[in-house]
Structures are given as structure tokens and as C-alpha cells.
Nanobody, 120 residues
Framework: QAQLVESGGGLVQAGESLRLSCAAS????????MGWFRQAPGKEREFVAA????????HYADSVKGRFTISRDNAKNTVYLQMNSLKPEDTAVYYC?????????????WGQGTQVTVSS
């Protein structure tokens, strides 16, 4: 059974950094695009970043461009989200997702999420 497990969330102050990890198991996702999404309280889930299977192409939401970096290590079946210069508005549950197509919604596989809280 395919499974995605996020880790690395926590409570930080504005301006600090966090690195989220998403470990895949149950199957290989090396030929899948991987994405990060987030959902803040009372808001819909939104796209954050995505990367192709090779890591060569990345997409970012405008709100995180220049601050967040998505990367992957196919040998470890893991994708990362480096988040720098965090802002209180980045507070949300962050989800990892996998799909055969690089896109901004409707992914096939989802993790359970990890909470990121940024205090001002």
C-alpha cells in the first residue's frame, strides 16, 4: 500500500526556517511528480510547490517564491520543502502529494499532513 508520511513541522518564530520531509513507502515514486500543499484554518487547501520526477522542473505558488525550495532524493524516496523567512501567514497543515503529472491540484496520493505554526 502506497504511503506518504510528512515530518519536520513545528512551531517557529517569524523569519526562521523549517525543512519538511515526505517519505514514501509501499511503492516507488521516482517516476511521479511530487507536490506540497497547505491548508490553513477556515481556508481551502492550496498549492505550494511541485517538482517533476527528475527534479529538473519546479513550480511554486507566488506567495512562497524566493522563500521556499522543493527538492527530492529518489534514492531515498523522499521529497523536501525548505522553508525560509517564514511568515505568520505560512501557518497551516502541510501535505505531501504524488501524481504522475506535474500539476497544481488533484493528486493521486496524499499524506496525513504536518502542522507548521509561525508566531509573530
Amino acid at each position: 500500500q502506497a504511503q506518504l508520511v510528512e515530518s519536520g513541522g513545528g512551531l517557529v518564530q517569524a523569519g526562521e526556517s523549517l525543512r519538511l520531509s515526505c517519505a514514501a513507502s509501499g511503492r516507488t515514486f521516482s517516476n511521479y511528480a511530487m507536490g506540497w500543499f497547505r491548508q490553513a484554518p477556515g481556508k481551502e487547501r492550496e498549492f505550494v510547490a511541485a517538482v517533476t520526477w527528475s527534479g529538473a522542473i519546479t513550480h511554486y505558488a507566488d506567495s512562497v517564491k524566493g522563500r521556499f525550495t522543493i527538492s527530492r532524493d529518489n534514492a531515498k524516496n523522499t521529497v523536501y520543502l525548505q522553508m525560509n523567512s517564514l511568515k505568520p501567514e505560512d501557518t497551516a497543515v502541510y501535505y505531501c502529494a504524488a501524481d504522475r503529472t506535474l500539476r497544481k491540484k488533484d493528486y493521486d496520493y496524499w499524506g496525513q499532513g504536518t502542522q507548521v505554526t509561525v508566531s509573530s
